[in-house]
Structures are given as structure tokens and as C-alpha cells.
């Protein structure tokens, strides 16, 4: 497989125009960090100076890189492996036994709170930034080119308005939800809100549906997410500057396409770079091209669910291999925990998996993922179907994409059994449809002008050589909402309207009573 | 000047994966057709086989071409170059003495009526094809691989759709309006109707108007447009097909970029390819050569109203000349009328010229213009600050954006002596603003990752390999307004409040009586 391309004539090197930039990076930990390595990576790569902001308690960003350098701040940045693991094996707890409506609920609450922990921590991280004089002006001094920062937290989005540089997002989530929605017209109509479990087709009581989860969302972000700011941005910024403000991006870098996403109303500065992190798949280690090479012409199974579940509970790693050693095909799964009792001679368990290399292997049948965005976008490249088992996040929402495409199947892994596991399998073995449509997906995907990687980099150095990009940017974040809305205006319309009815209806009244008045004295 | 690009490593041809296509291309005849004639070239060059759909009083389309071959109706088709002449020079005289609110009144309502009989005979002219059994299936025996028309009138998309074929569209305009207005939200606030003279910057009042003219122009939309269309659409297509159904194109290839154009809303199979004519320019004939270099260190200025205005009122034409002669510039002047009495020795008047390439010429320092997007857009592309004299159409709207921009400036033609042009063309050469905003907005423009009219035949073959880009387009078509506005959700969730509150307040009230009644008899 290969990109499809045109042969674009003026494509030459123009070292005369490619500046070597400073960029300060203030990403955030954990899975997005994978993400963003990618394109500090390549900025290295393309001769620009990279520099990252970290705390001494980081997880996924080491402090040496070959790649950047990093300001490390002695404070706590509120990501925290050890509760993300303890969330996710409560998490596989609280939804045993299928999922319910009050078990949703508390889920999210839960969520929500762990979030508004990390929020409070960001925000005392950003303010202990600020106070620090000497390092903020060793910040201005660096004469940066702009600042590349994920919006899951807005902390780089604030330091970026603090010291006056440029701002490019490199985004799925912002603090407030899905990307889109702080930024381009979302008709909740046929734009499902993230984590509606929506698609872009609904009936009324789905639309219905999404107004209210909506309004839900809105309300857990004043609750438990603007009171850590709001002070902070008064603060240092003045009275008048509210929180969306700090959002006014020259670029968001956004980690999605329209053959993953439903597609909806976007805007110009807004460059899709969905599936940027893929490549070619590279040669396999001997000892797994040998087990795969073994599989003959069944292939192989791939499973993964993702770096946070390391393990299952017993009973249900074991309802897995048992379902697994019924199979003809060979099957790799990255999975710490204990050696499950049914475990096949066809199964490798595996610490770490060379993923994207294996999903690209031409021996692979099928994907069973959790449905994190990274491993769907590894499979859309590679064209590999996938059987879902999503547990959390974004996971339903990324899955459900896929299903619509017909290009996998989900099934609930709280309620799934060795049967229930042993058929999702076996129908998007034997249904070939499943497989056509994602190798569908795959060309599509793999169809664009320019990779998505070097799109992505052209516009952060476009935005180096610019010094921003304000002629992509929109008048509407200036205007208070009820302008943006128009009802203003609505409402003088709406009072003209009824200060002409009443007038007419006032003379109407004087004509009458004068009439009638006429008509007595004449009686 | 050249365009700034970056390795793109992948640039390969791929011979397999060019598919040598076959489009029918409904164009709209006059200034549309230049346009969509250099993408018929473009697609010719690479190797796919044009049909273009004309009518036997066509204006500007010729029947044989090197690049495509031509389907001929024998009908009318509505363009009428003489009728649109007289306009122009009714206009000229309508608007004599400057514009005032019962003049423009006046002159939308004429636009509107030529529109009505233009739509009218666009209308008869699809019918007549309909009807034409044999041509039709010629058309269907031809399987073409997608329709290419300019939407200015619908008459191309109904026929793709009635061909079942996919579509593209090279817009600006479509008959309601604006491309855009068709299919991306567009709050009016802050994206200003076409016609409405008004920037993305506006005050209450501004908002008010162009509110009104949104209202306006649907009102417009209704009387003299749909009533041409709705009987034949239920014809051809069952009396559950609208008028707006027919727009559904796969892809929206747009003749604007943001470098013109305010930003505002977009779709995902929205591509904008503004400025797609543009070229490097070439060397002059020898004879304008001489004139240019003549010049010396003052400069040349360009002059043209366009196609449609050859020639203008006498008084006007001479006081022009009359403050070309008192320049020290030379001036090249497109103009087909009686020579002017005042004409200088430094001013040349040329039946046609090569305009691009005068404009790329490092001697021209200014551009006096009509402002038609062509013009406009090789303006920026060459970086040449403009002296605008908007007439008619969308002439205001151009260059009201490169006004606000600082790329040039506007003066009425209708209240202009040669005091005022005078004064006019001395600030735009005296200003230095204007020619390095214009600079700005050059670097801007050809700054892309791909060439605008490559990145446009990339979609039209990504549209032939894939037999259309319905994965670029979203659901909005298929709802209802009240649906796609959540009015039917809002209505329910107010009825669902008012229930509750009717059953509390009843509730009340029993509990209240029964209390009374109580406390009555105890008494």
C-alpha cells in the first residue's frame, strides 16, 4: 500500500524560505504525549530547536531527550498514572454486569471529579510558572516562535497569551469537550456531542438526546472546571478576558479526518491531520515474523487494549484465551497479567507489541482493540478490521465510527462471555464485508494531496514564518454570545415589530372610541 | 516571486492509480466560463476526455476546441451579452450622481428581474434536454465519470443528479446566493451577505442589515427563481424532491482562499481554489515591452473595467484621461470607446492586453480595476495594489475585502471628477501601506502546500477514483430547517417544562382548596 498522489510540479526545496524556529512545546502527559512526540520529532528533524515544559513528576515525558530540551518545572501536574490505573480497575468494577444508566452516571461524576483534581493541579502548575520571574523572562528571552500545546488542559493556551506568541493546538479533546465545539458552528442536530455514543444520523428522541447531554456537558465545565481559572485569568490577564478567549489559536492541528470522523461544519484554520502518526510498516522482529509466518493461510489475530490495561480480571482474561484457543488462526495479545489457565498454544501474550508494524503485516485478519485513537487510526492506515471491546474515554465514540462504516464490530466487554467473544470474532472473520469496507476506508484515508504528518508540518511552519495566522481566524470570538446568536438583534426586530402592532392597534382604538363617541352625541 | 513549498518526500506519479476520466461539464456562459475553461484545459492535459454541454446562441463558449468536445442544444440558453451590455450602460446611467437607497432598490430589483428570465430560459433549457430521449441516452451511454458545472444556475447539478452521476461544483455564486450559504452554517454576525457592502466587522446596525438583507434576498430567492424550477423538479424527480436536494455535490471547489475572502464557516468537501488562474507571468510583446520600460523609475499604471465596460460615458472617460496626463507614470488603459480629448502622451489605449502578465511586471505600481474576481484575484496573486471603481455584481464585495485589508482603496465612479481619481491614485502611489499590505497578502496567497488549481484536479480525480466524496458530506441535507435547528427538540423540551409546571401549579391549587375547605368546616 501507498500514498496515491499527483505529480505536483513545484514541489522544491526552498532553503531561502525554510526558517529554523524555536518552538515551546506544553503538552500533556500520558497518551497525548505519544502523539505530540511525533511531531516534535519531525520539528527535530526539520532543524527546528524544540523545547518542552514538564513537571519532576512526569510520566510518559522524560526529562533527556534527543529531540528537545526540557524545562522542568518542581510541581506537580496533576497527571497521575497510578489513579488512571486504579480508575480503570474500578471502572471494570462499577460496569460488571453491563452497563445502566445510573452506573453511566456515576461513572461520569467520577470522571468528571478526577478531572476537576487535574484542572485544580494544571492551574496551581501555570500560576507557580508565572511567579517564577526569573524563569518566565528566560521564556521571553528564548524569543520563541510560537507555542504547540494539546488543549486537553488550557494551561499552554494561557502561557501562550501570557508571554504574546503565537498558538498552534495540537488536538482532540480540549478542556471543554471535543476540538470542534470550542471553535466551529456544531448544529446538534446531525453533530453528535462526544461521548453521546451518537452518530451523525438521528431520530428525533437522539437528537433530543444530544441537546440534553449537551447541556450536561456545559453544565459539568462551569461546575467543575471554570472555578479553577477564572481567578487565575483575572489575575493575569485583567477583568475582562474570559476563559474561551485563552483559546483564540492561530492553528488547531486537529487529530482527526473526515474518513474516521462524521463529517461536520469546520473552519479555515483548522487542519486535519488524522492519522499523522502512521507509517509504512517496518520489517518484524525474526521471533515474531517466525510465529506469524506459522499461522499459514488462517493469519493472525491482533489484541490490544491499550497501555493503561495492563491486565482483566481473571474470569474474564480467561472467558478471552479459552474463546481464543477454539480459533485456527495464530493470536498475539499484549497482556500483563497472570497466565490465564485456558491460554491456547496458538495465543502469544506479549508485554509490548510492535503495533503498528504488525497491523501492517499482510498475514493480519483482524484487530481486537479497545478503541483508543491512535490503534483505530493504525488500523484505518493498514486497513485492518477491528472487533471492539471500548471501556472508557473516547473509546464507544472512536468504535462507533468504525461500526458505522461497517468496518467492525463493537461488543460490551461487561457482559461478554467466551461465546459472546468466540461469534464477534468468528463474524468478522467469515463476513467479508467487514473487511472490504475498511480497506475501503484505508484508501480513502491514504488518498489525500499531502500526508497528513507533513501537512501539519507545513502549517506550524507557516505559521513561523508568518508570525501567526490571523487571517484564518473568525470575528466570532470577539462577540458576546447573544451577538454571535443574532438575538440581539432579534429582539429589536422583535420590539419594533411590536411597538408598529401596538401603535396600529392604539389608533385603531382612538378611531373607535371617537366614532362611537360621534355616533352618540349624534344619537 | 515563486511559491514557497516544502519537500513533499512522497511526490510521486503513481501511473496506475491515474484514472483517465471522462467529464461532462455544464458550464455558465460570460465571465463563468473563463473560469471553468482553464480547469477543462487542465483536466485535458492530463489525459481525461471533456464534453461540454452549450446552446447554439452561445456568448462565450465555442464549439470546437482542442480541449473539448461540445454538445450543442439548439436552444436558448438565457446568457445575453447585448441585454447585459445595455444593463451595464443603463446602470452607468441609473447610478449617475451617486448611489442612493431608492437607486440601489431600483437596480436589484432590474438584477433580479434579467436573473428571473435568465433562470426561465435555464429551466426550458434543461426540459428541452430531458425530453431530447436520444441525447439523454447518449449522456447515459457515455458513463461519465462525474458533471463539473458552475452553479450559478442549477441547471447542471439537477442534470447530474437526474443522471445519477456524482457532481462538482466551480462556484462562487449558485443561483440563491453565494457558495457557501448553500451548505455551511453562516451566522450573521459575523459572515456578511453578498451584496450587503459589509466586512466580518460589525456594529449593532450592521448586524441588523444584514439580517434584513438575509431576508431580503430569501424573499428574492422565492419570487423570481423557484417558481421557474419547482414544477420541473417534480417532474423529473417525485413531488418529494426539493429544490435544495439538487445541490448535494460531492465536492464545492471554491473560487476563493482566506487571503481573500473573510474567514467564516466551511464544510468538509468545501476545497478553495482561489486564485487557481493565476501564472507566473510571461514576457510582453515587444511593442508593450518598450511602452513599460519607457517608464523609467516612475512606473506604469494598469488600467481595465473589464469584459463587460468597454467604453464609459464621455465626460467620464475624459476626466480619467485628463488625470492620467498629469501623472508622470505611464498608464496602459483597456478601453474600446472614442479616444478622450485630454489623452496624454503617457497614456496608452489598448483594445485587450495581457493583463496577467502586465501585472507581473516588476514596472506596474498600480491596478485601476472594477473589481471582478478575476482581475482581483491576479491582483494578489502578482502583488499589485489596487484603485478600485466597483460597477455592479460582486464588484463592491471584492474590493471591499482588499480595502480592509489596506490593499487598496475604493472611490465612487458615480460621484468622481478627475479631482478625486487624481487625488485617488496619488494616495495609493504616495502610501507605501498600500503596496506592502498587498505584498502581504501575495506571500500569503502563494504560500499553500499544493498550487490551488492542482490541489483542485487532485479532488476531481479523488472524486473519479472513489465514484464521489460521499464521506465528505454531511447529514444537514437530509433534515428538515426545523430539525437541523433543533427547533422540533426545543419545542418539546418547552412543552415537557410547561407540562410539569401546569401539573405542579394544579397540584398547588387542589392542595390550597383543599386546605381552605378543610380549615372551613373546622371553622
Given at each position: 500500500?501507498?500514498?496515491?498522489?499527483?505529480?505536483?510540479?513545484?514541489c522544491?526545496?526552498?532553503?531561502?524560505?525554510?526558517?529554523?524556529?524555536k518552538v515551546?512545546v506544553?503538552?500533556?502527559?500520558?497518551?497525548?504525549?505519544?502523539?505530540?512526540?511525533?511531531?516534535?520529532?519531525?520539528?527535530?528533524?526539520?532543524?527546528?530547536?524544540?523545547?518542552?515544559?514538564?513537571s519532576?513528576?512526569?510520566?510518559?515525558?522524560?526529562?533527556s531527550s534527543?529531540?528537545y530540551?526540557?524545562?522542568t518545572?518542581?510541581?506537580?501536574?496533576?497527571?497521575?498514572?497510578?489513579f488512571?490505573?486504579a480508575?480503570?480497575?474500578?471502572?471494570?468494577?462499577?460496569?460488571?454486569?453491563?452497563?445502566?444508566v445510573?452506573?453511566?452516571?456515576?461513572?461520569?461524576?467520577?470522571?468528571?471529579?478526577?478531572n476537576?483534581?487535574?484542572?485544580?493541579?494544571?492551574?496551581?502548575l501555570?500560576?507557580?510558572?508565572?511567579?517564577?520571574?526569573?524563569?518566565?523572562?528566560?521564556?521571553?528571552?528564548?524569543e520563541?516562535?510560537?507555542?504547540?500545546?494539546?488543549?486537553?488542559?488550557?494551561?499552554?493556551a494561557?502561557?501562550?497569551?501570557?508571554?504574546?506568541?503565537?498558538?498552534?493546538?495540537?488536538?482532540?479533546?480540549?478542556?471543554?469537550?471535543e476540538?470542534?465545539?470550542?471553535?466551529?458552528?456544531?448544529?446538534?442536530?446531525?453533530?453528535?456531542?462526544?461521548g453521546?455514543?451518537?452518530?451523525?444520523?438521528m431520530?428525533?428522541?437522539?437528537?433530543?438526546?444530544?441537546v440534553l447531554?449537551?447541556?450536561?456537558?456545559?453544565?459539568?465545565?462551569?461546575?467543575?472546571?471554570?472555578p479553577?481559572?477564572?481567578?487565575?485569568?483575572?489575575?493575569?490577564?485583567?477583568?475582562?478576558?474570559?476563559?474561551?478567549?485563552?483559546?483564540?489559536?492561530?492553528?488547531?492541528?486537529?487529530?482527526?479526518?473526515?474518513?474516521?470522523?462524521?463529517?461536520?461544519?469546520?473552519?479555515?484554520?483548522?487542519?486535519?491531520?488524522?492519522?499523522?502518526?502512521?507509517?509504512?510498516?517496518?520489517?518484524?522482529?525474526?521471533?515474531?515474523?517466525?510465529?506469524?509466518q506459522?499461522?499459514?493461510?488462517?493469519g493472525?489475530?491482533?489484541?490490544?487494549?491499550?497501555?493503561?490495561?495492563g491486565?482483566?480480571?481473571?474470569?474474564l482474561?480467561e472467558?478471552?484465551?479459552a474463546?481464543?484457543?477454539?480459533?485456527?488462526?495464530?493470536?498475539?495479545?499484549?497482556?500483563?497479567?497472570?497466565?490465564?489457565?485456558?491460554?491456547?498454544?496458538?495465543?502469544l501474550?506479549?508485554?509490548?507489541?510492535?503495533?503498528?508494524?504488525?497491523?501492517?503485516?499482510?498475514?493480519?485478519?483482524?484487530?481486537?482493540?479497545?478503541g483508543g485513537?491512535?490503534g483505530?487510526?493504525?488500523?484505518?492506515?493498514?486497513?485492518?478490521?477491528?472487533?471492539?471491546?471500548?471501556?472508557?474515554?473516547?473509546?464507544?465514540?472512536?468504535l462507533?465510527?468504525?461500526?458505522?462504516?461497517?468496518a467492525?464490530?463493537?461488543?460490551?466487554?461487561?457482559?461478554?462471555?467466551?461465546?459472546?467473544f468466540?461469534?464477534?470474532?468468528?463474524?468478522?472473520?467469515?463476513?467479508?464485508?467487514?473487511?472490504?469496507?475498511?480497506?475501503?476506508?484505508?484508501?480513502?484515508?491514504?488518498?489525500?494531496?499531502?500526508?497528513?504528518?507533513?501537512?501539519?508540518?507545513?502549517?506550524?511552519?507557516f505559521?513561523?514564518?508568518?508570525k501567526?495566522?490571523?487571517?484564518?481566524?473568525?470575528?466570532?470570538y470577539?462577540?458576546?454570545?447573544?451577538?454571535y446568536?443574532?438575538?440581539d438583534?432579534?429582539?429589536?426586530?422583535?420590539?419594533?415589530v411590536l411597538?408598529?402592532?401596538?401603535?396600529?392597534a392604539?389608533?385603531?382604538?382612538c378611531?373607535?372610541?371617537?366614532?362611537?363617541?360621534?355616533?352618540?352625541?349624534?344619537?
Open positions: 500500500m501507498h500514498w496515491t498522489c499527483i505529480l505536483i510540479s513545484f522544491w526545496l526552498c532553503p531561502t524560505l525554510v526558517h529554523a524556529g515551546l506544553f503538552p500533556v502527559d500520558g497518551s497525548h504525549w505519544v502523539n505530540m512526540n511525533v511531531i516534535i520529532q519531525e520539528l527535530h528533524l526539520r532543524g527546528h530547536q524544540v523545547s518542552v515544559v514538564r519532576t513528576d512526569s510520566w510518559y515525558i522524560k526529562e534527543p529531540f530540551t526540557s524545562i518545572l518542581d510541581m506537580e501536574s496533576g497527571f497521575d498514572e497510578d488512571l490505573t480508575f480503570i480497575a474500578e471502572l471494570l468494577d462499577i460496569q460488571k454486569g453491563g452497563m445502566s445510573w452506573k453511566r452516571f456515576k461513572l461520569e461524576m467520577e470522571l468528571a471529579k478526577k476537576s483534581e487535574v484542572q485544580k493541579k494544571q492551574s496551581k501555570i500560576e507557580g510558572l508565572f511567579e517564577n520571574k526569573e524563569l518566565i523572562q528566560s521564556l521571553k528571552d528564548a520563541y516562535d510560537l507555542v504547540l500545546t494539546d488543549p486537553a488542559t488550557p494551561t499552554g494561557i502561557l501562550a497569551q501570557y508571554l504574546k506568541l503565537p498558538l498552534v493546538f495540537n488536538v482532540r479533546w480540549t478542556s471543554q469537550g476540538g470542534h465545539f470550542s471553535i466551529a458552528p456544531s448544529p446538534l442536530s446531525y453533530v453528535p456531542i462526544v453521546s455514543e451518537l452518530s451523525d444520523k431520530s428525533f428522541f437522539e437528537r433530543l438526546l444530544n447531554i449537551f447541556g450536561f456537558a456545559e453544565h459539568q465545565i462551569a461546575q467543575y472546571l471554570l479553577h481559572y477564572e481567578n487565575l485569568i483575572e489575575k493575569y490577564f485583567g477583568p475582562d478576558t474570559d476563559y474561551l478567549s485563552m483559546f483564540q489559536a492561530d492553528l488547531w492541528l486537529m487529530r482527526v479526518d473526515f474518513v474516521f470522523e462524521f463529517p461536520r461544519p469546520t473552519m479555515p484554520n483548522v487542519i486535519y491531520m488524522g492519522g499523522f502518526q502512521c507509517k509504512p510498516a517496518k520489517p518484524l522482529p525474526q521471533h515474531l515474523e517466525d510465529f506469524v506459522s499461522s499459514g493461510e488462517h493472525v489475530i491482533l489484541m490490544s487494549l491499550g497501555t493503561l490495561i491486565e482483566l480480571p481473571p474470569d482474561a472467558a478471552i484465551t474463546a481464543f484457543a477454539k480459533l485456527p488462526q495464530k493470536v498475539i495479545w499484549r497482556y500483563k497479567g497472570d497466565r490465564p489457565g485456558t491460554l491456547g498454544n496458538n495465543t501474550l506479549v508485554d509490548w507489541m510492535p503495533q503498528s508494524d504488525l497491523l501492517g503485516h499482510p498475514k493480519i485478519k483482524l484487530f481486537v482493540a479497545h485513537t491512535n483505530v487510526q493504525e488500523a484505518i492506515y493498514h486497513g485492518v478490521p477491528i472487533l471492539g471491546l471500548p471501556l472508557v474515554f473516547d473509546q464507544h465514540d472512536n462507533l465510527r468504525i461500526k458505522e462504516r461497517g467492525g464490530k463493537v461488543i460490551d466487554v461487561f457482559t461478554m462471555n467466551e461465546d459472546i468466540f461469534q464477534g470474532i468468528m463474524e468478522v472473520l467469515t463476513d467479508p464485508s467487514y473487511g472490504v469496507n475498511m480497506q475501503r476506508l484505508s484508501r480513502l484515508h491514504r488518498d489525500q494531496p499531502i500526508k497528513p504528518l507533513d501537512n501539519a508540518l507545513f502549517w506550524i511552519e505559521v513561523m514564518r508568518h501567526g495566522a490571523a487571517h484564518l481566524r473568525t470575528e466570532s470577539k462577540l458576546p454570545w447573544y451577538s446568536h443574532s438575538i438583534v432579534i429582539l429589536f426586530l422583535a420590539a419594533v411597538v408598529i402592532l401596538s401603535t396600529f392604539l389608533l385603531i382604538k378611531l373607535c372610541s371617537m366614532f362611537l363617541r360621534t355616533k352618540h352625541k349624534r344619537d
